[in-house]
């Protein structure tokens, strides 16, 4: 018996999206080192450049989403994953030749411009499959990114160490073409209808098409703290690992384990989270993965060692498992099938900020006070950010009584 077409768009997505995902990280363990290479720099001036170029990415994709989105609309979430899959394929292979920092800076904000893969794929997959099947299948999706970026470094040291960066580039854009390719001949969009109507192409027109544009917009600024909240200890983590092994021991490895747990831990469960949120109500997985995330970064803050800490590290993944991928399935389950692509691409510019914020605020708080206090603020963020989820839904369903 032949399946669904939409289980064979989520088995070859997921796939890509795993390709994607190793794509996307293989090049961070020594993308610094590269731009080490590329000229004559002080340590204040690597890191002063290894931070603009890191981050540059995340600002330009938080502007132009959106308006991808907006094209995904029109065009179609298939038509954006193949604009974005090739884009990135040759931007990364291109970053393999460039003879110094300010060519690099410029690809990685076109990296930037072409970015959107996964929030597309996510998109065809979220409008493509049965409402009450989105959960699983977004939750799938997750797991496999999430596999493909612990796998990434790992891929890109071993890449790095075999050739040399600039192969490692190569290599890179190479995979995304891969990504490309199956999305151009394994990948059918059945159920997609352009906008025609002139009123759904303006922001104010989506908005005005949303029967819950509170809950939406809520959502998203769940989204953007909840990005910002795993992110602020980014920074500070292998900081923290030195100063609980006092200096002694392999730091480097030590930290690069408990870097990866968190991610492990979403992998195993996504989409099993994602499963019992179409059965029990995805608000719960969700309040859930708040209450866990407060209690888990809290303690942190008081753990004396770093298999207390890889415990704990490990434990955030559960709940990581029961935030991002769920928010995506409320938008789903809430947003009009025409405008998905719109209001997915809000969410990731949501993402991207977080993902600029998040560092910006642990590297501050740690300067200021200590590594424990980031662990502590992040805590309170995150019950910031149950609270104002519940208000958020409660308002949702006081506006909307029948839907209760």
């Given amino acids: 018996m032949q399946k669904p077409i939409w289980k064979r768009n989520l088995f070859v997505l ?34 002063f450049w290894s931070g603009i170029i890191f981050s540059g990415v995340y600002f330009v994709s938080a502007i132009v989403s959106p308006w991808w989105g907006k094209l995904a609309d029109k065009k179609g979430r298939k038509l954006m994953t193949l604009r974005a899959s090739l884009g990135m394929a040759i931007v990364l292979g291109a970053m393999g030749l460039v003879q110094n920092v300010w060519q690099l800076l410029i690809l990685r904000m076109l990296q930037g411009v072409f970015s ?8 065809l997959i979220a409008t493509e499959t049965p409402k009450d099947k989105s959960g699983q299948a977004l939750g799938t999706m997750m797991s496999f990114f999430t596999a493909g970026n612990l796998l990434g470094p790992f891929v890109g040291g071993a890449l790095a160490s075999m050739f040399s960066y600039r192969i490692t580039f190569f290599i890179t854009g190479l995979l995304l073409l891969i ?8 990948v059918h ?8 109507e002139k ?10 098409e949303l029967q819950q544009p509170k809950l939406i917009f809520g959502l998203l600024l769940t989204t953007l703290i909840i990005q910002a909240a795993n992110n602020s200890i980014n920074p500070i983590v292998s900081l923290y690992v030195r100063q609980l092994m006092h200096g002694h021991g392999d730091v480097v490895f030590i930290s690069g384990i408990i870097a990866a747990l968190p991610g492990i831990a979403t992998f195993l469960v996504a989409s099993r989270f994602g499963a019992l949120g179409d059965k029990i109500g995805t608000e719960k997985i969700i309040v859930a993965g708040f209450i866990g995330a407060t209690i888990f970064f809290f303690l942190t803050a008081f753990v004396q060692n770093t298999w207390e800490l890889g415990i704990l590290r490990f434990l955030v993944g559960f709940t990581d498992a029961c935030l991002f991928p769920q928010v995506q399935t409320m938008l789903t389950k809430n947003s009009p099938t025409p405008v998905t692509g719109r209001v997915f691409s809000w969410n990731q510019s949501a993402m991207y900020i977080g993902n600029i914020i998040g ?14 206090m980031v662990f502590i603020i992040t805590a309170g ?24």
Avoid: C, W
């Avoid at 959107?116 to 998109?123: E, K, M, Q, R, T």
């Avoid at 009123?199 to 005005?208: F, H, Y």
């Avoid at 560092?359 to 424990?372: E, H, T």
């Fill in 116 to 123: 959107g893969f996964v929030s597309n794929a996510n998109a």
């Fill in 359 to 372: 560092p910006l605020l642990g590297s501050f708080v740690s300067g200021l006070s200590s590594y424990s």
């Fill in 14 to 47: 997921s796939i890509a999206v795993f390709i994607a995902g190793i794509a996307f990280s293989e090049i961070m363990p020594f993308l610094p080192l590269y731009i080490d290479t590329l000229g004559h720099f002080s340590h204040s001036q690597l890191n």
């Fill in 381 to 404: 963020i995150v019950i910031l950010n149950l609270i104002l989820f519940k208000i958020n839904v409660v308002q949702n369903l006081l506006d909307n009584p029948t839907k209760s």
């Fill in 179 to 186: 990504a490309f390719f199956l999305s151009l001949f394994f």
């Fill in 199 to 208: 009123k759904l192409e303006s922001t104010r027109g989506v908005i005005r």
């Fill in 189 to 196: 969009e059945e159920g997609f209808k352009p906008i025609t």
